[in-house]
């Protein structure tokens, strides 16, 4: 039987192996993470800030690619998006795997959301239409 996520305005049905991570009380009202068994995770938070669309893409690869050396970076087109939506894929090593990070950019009327997919390859593949289930839900 799914589990539901029901906050701030965002509803979807998820893997009810998938948890729910901890977090500090000021973030809990803004987003949410899910950690998959496998060791990924899918977040979505809540962006109040007023950076240009651009500029917050830059800044959330660039923390990414602190971590991570060798950064690869392409722009996507994901099948549920609207045409002022963006996507971004992002491939990186980590322990000699490769991980996957997907970042979606999207508004939902005055409401700009950041959504972030991401575990080692094979898992990503193997949850691909789990997290593309998601994405339906949201942007239905």
Do not use: C, H
Not at 114 to 120: F, G, L, R, T
């Amino acid at each position: 039987m799914p589990a539901q996520f029901d906050s701030f305005g965002v509803q979807f049905l998820y893997p009810d192996n998938w948890v729910v991570a901890e977090r500090p009380d000021e973030e809990s009202g803004s987003g949410v993470t899910l950690e998959l068994p496998s060791g990924g995770f899918f977040s979505i938070e809540k962006d109040d800030s007023l950076l240009p669309d651009d500029e917050l893409i830059e800044r959330v690869v660039s923390a990414i690619a602190a971590e991570y050396d060798e950064v690869e970076r392409e722009d996507i087109q994901i099948d549920q998006l609207g045409p002022e939506d963006r996507g971004l894929e992002l491939r990186f090593y980590y322990l000699d795997l490769i991980v996957i990070s997907r970042i979606v950019l999207t508004s939902r009327g005055d409401e700009r959301l950041i959504i972030q997919m991401q575990a080692e390859s094979r898992d990503y593949d193997a949850n691909e239409q789990v997290f593309a289930a998601i994405l339906q839900q949201i942007f239905s």
